[in-house]
């Protein structure tokens, strides 16, 4: 069975940091570009960040940039999103995605993925 499974998200001060970790079963991450999403109660999904297959190239919303960072293991199939001076405004549900592409290098994640984890919640308060 394919799949993504989410883990890490949980309460945190403002501040504060959290390791997303994003395992794949099922299927090598190796041939897919990986997306970090995120929905916050009554908004729209956002995209948060985006990989490459090499893992040497990213992209990050404005909103997160400096903050989060994402990297991938291929070896151990898992990609992670660490983040770092939480703020309550990056309260959401935090998804994975995978998308299968040839390209190697290009960190672009479409709108519509292949593959969706489940979620994991991140809450940011005091």
């Known amino acids: 069975q394919l799949q993504l499974v989410e883990s890490g998200g949980g309460l945190v001060q403002p501040g504060g940091s959290l390791r997303l970790s994003c395992a794949a079963s099922?299927?090598?991450?190796?041939?897919?570009?990986i997306g970090w999403f995120r929905q916050a109660p009554g908004k729209e999904r956002e995209g948060v960040s985006c990989i490459s297959r090499s893992g040497a190239s990213t992209t990050y919303a404005d909103s997160v940039k400096g903050r989060f960072t994402i990297t991938r293991d291929n070896a151990k199939n898992t990609v992670y999103l660490q983040m770092n001076s939480l703020k309550p405004e990056d309260t959401a549900v935090y998804y994975c995605?995978?998308?299968?592409?040839?390209?190697?290098?290009?960190?672009?994640?479409?709108?519509?993925?292949?593959?969706w984890g489940k979620g994991t919640l991140v809450t940011v308060s005091s």
């Open positions: 995605a995978a998308d299968s592409t040839i390209a190697y290098s290009d960190p672009f994640c479409p709108r519509i993925m292949d593959y």
């Open positions: 099922g299927f090598t991450l190796d041939y897919y570009v």
